[in-house]
Nanobody
């Protein structure tokens, strides 16, 4: 079992920045991948950014050039730096982690990000 605890969400004006953090209860070095998803009201959950064990990253087209995912293995924490935020980035952002021993992956409780115009 792995617990993921997100923090850093909040209300920000368009053009502003936020940094989300996801702290894992287990070493992330042993994870296959960690990432961030988001779900806006009335929409399906979508992948925002993913980083695998080798450090390779993958981003949704809508956030490329604005968001950066990174990981601190010593702190067992994954970050999502969000810049040039837009109202359409408003959503609940959830951390995700996949480990070799459980293909289904683990989810955090989610953190609300609201971008005002």
């Amino acid at each position: 079992q792995v617990q993921l605890v997100e923090s850093g969400g909040g209300l920000v004006q368009a053009g502003g920045s936020l940094r989300l953090s996801c702290a894992a209860s287990r070493s992330i070095v042993s994870s296959n991948a960690m990432g961030w998803y988001r779900q806006a009201p009335g929409k399906q959950r979508e992948l925002v950014a993913l980083i695998n064990s080798g450090g390779t990253t993958n981003y949704a087209d809508s956030v490329k050039g604005r968001f950066t995912i990174s990981r601190d293995n010593a702190e067992n924490t994954v970050y999502l730096q969000m810049s040039s935020l837009k109202p359409e980035d408003t959503a609940v952002y959830s951390c995700y982690a996949r480990y070799p021993f459980y293909a289904g992956g683990y989810w955090g409780q989610g953190t609300q990000v609201t971008v005002s115009s």
